[in-house]
């Protein structure tokens, strides 16, 4: 009979003969330590240090200050692997249970990416590429020797947006998972794709305690729009993934980031953020003895026979615990507080610039300061100077937008429009190749006469004085 292989994994535990250290602006602190936590992780976890020293004799009063380096050794050979570094960000007074403690806060490297605002277009540049070129001139002081070279091409722009979201977006539409080490260098690689034999979940040896391991459908999200905007009107686009809305039902999701100026682009960043998002996740945490050999991002086995656990799970955040000496893994996404609290607060000063009474899911946006999306043979007698159009020396400009093919069947539309004299123009919609166009009147919700999925915008202006800054097509 044939014989049938399949691939397997058996652990050996280590010897852990573990040595660790801990030091504040090159001062040890060992001894002192009633309890700290160290944590690495992806770009997008709180990755925030927290320590707490006996200081009843003090010995460390006055002693530190602001962006003195943190340092947290450990290993099972002779203690010498920095496993996180950071700088202090708070120290506070405590005499809380009758001793004199000092409490210090302090956050890795991977935070300073925050308090660095990119201002930035790219027109069909790599990913790999717009990464690096965002380090170059934005954060000097880090290197990129460990980026995977991603060769998609994305357009993409970044308004006053910290450098550390504009990666976690790259990171979105690539599927792909960051980290920033302990020497400042970023890593880059294929979501998954890090295979870690050197640690492991194990039952009956690194493992203490294991929570909530197992699928998670509460983070799905299988309606995705995306608001942008676009010379001061909306920018939408909406991405539906209908087997998972089948199957988990409708869950929305809103994505609102004014640095989308573009309908091309807001798709883009639907499209991956909902195939990020359509199907469950495995989530989980487990405590363990001290694992030093992790990364951000490994696919670690776990192994617990008594719920027939035996697979490799992503992790995305590890947080080393002393004197106790142990590891508390989390597996996917981890939902803090702090994190919930900054979406809604980002998503709510969104909404405060973008205007779609008629709640439209699509939009087809024209700014003026090129013709890339004219109909130049069907339109005449315009100018475009200043980035805005205008009529030329004729009775009437004509305007005629390329066709656009929707993913939707247009049966409403909202015109809106910025400039000067608007109603020195009119506006015109066609949603068939093969019908007549509908005038419409500018931020009136009107139902389409003949419907389809080939949208054409026409504006006729009479008025000299009239100049069109922007016009925005929302539609459903």
Not at 187 to 216: P, R
Not at 392 to 416: M, Y
């Amino acid at each position: 009979m044939p014989r049938r292989r399949e691939p397997g994994f058996i652990w050996i535990p280590p010897d852990r003969n573990t040595l660790w250290s801990c030091s504040i602006a090159g001062i040890e602190i060992h001894d002192y330590i009633l309890s700290a936590k160290f944590p690495r992780g992806l770009i997008q976890e709180e990755l925030v240090c927290e320590i707490e020293l006996d200081n009843s004799g003090e010995v460390f009063t006055d002693v530190f200050t602001f962006r003195d380096i943190i340092q947290f050794k450990m290993d099972f050979v002779d203690g010498s692997t920095v496993q996180f570094e950071g700088e202090v960000e708070e120290i506070l007074r405590d005499d809380g249970d009758g001793m004199f403690k000092l409490k210090i806060k302090g956050a890795h490297y991977t935070s300073q990416l925050l308090d660095v605002m990119v201002t930035e277009e790219y027109a069909g540049a790599t990913i790999s590429d717009i990464r690096k070129d965002l380090f170059d001139k934005y954060a000097t002081d880090f290197t990129y020797t460990n980026v995977t070279t991603n060769a998609t091409t994305t357009d993409i722009t970044f308004v006053n947006k910290p450098l550390l979201d504009c990666l976690v977006q790259l990171d979105t539409l690539a599927d792909e998972d960051t980290y920033i080490d302990n020497d400042k260098d970023m890593h880059t690689f294929t979501k998954s794709s890090k295979n870690n034999d050197n640690e492991a979940v194990v039952w009956n040896d690194s493992l203490i305690s294991l929570e909530g391991l197992g699928q998670d459908s509460l983070e799905v999200r299988n309606r995705i729009t995306v608001q942008g905007e676009a010379g001061g009107l909306p920018v939408l686009a909406t991405s539906n993934d209908t087997a998972s809305q089948t199957t988990y039902r409708a869950k929305e999701k809103v994505i609102t980031d004014t640095s989308l100026d573009d309908e091309d682009k807001a798709v883009a960043v639907g499209t991956a953020e909902n195939s990020l998002l359509n199907q469950p996740t495995e989530e989980g945490k487990s405590l363990c003895y001290f694992m030093p050999k992790l990364n951000p991002g490994d696919m670690i086995y776990v192994i617990y026979p008594p719920y027939k656990v035996h697979a490799r799970f992503r992790e995305v955040k590890y947080v080393f615990s002393v004197p106790n000496e142990t590891t508390e893994v989390f597996f996917n996404q981890e939902r803090s507080i702090p994190k919930l609290f900054k979406d809604r607060i980002l998503a709510e000063q969104g909404q405060e610039n973008i205007v779609n009474p008629y709640a439209m899911t699509q939009s087809y946006n024209f700014t003026f300061d090129n013709e890339n999306k004219i109909d130049g043979p069907s339109s005449s007698n315009y100018l475009l100077s200043d980035s805005k159009v205008r009529k030329g020396d004729g009775e009437t400009g004509i305007v005629i937008s390329n066709a656009k093919t929707t993913p939707i069947t247009v049966s409403q539309v909202q015109v809106q429009a910025v400039g000067e004299i608007l109603d020195g123009a009119t506006y015109w919609i066609q949603a068939d190749s093969a019908a007549s166009y509908q005038q419409v009147t500018i931020d009136a919700l009107e139902t389409i006469t003949t419907t389809g999925t080939t949208l054409r915008l026409k504006i006729i202006i009479s008025n000299a004085a009239t100049r069109i800054d922007a016009v925005a097509v929302l539609y459903k």
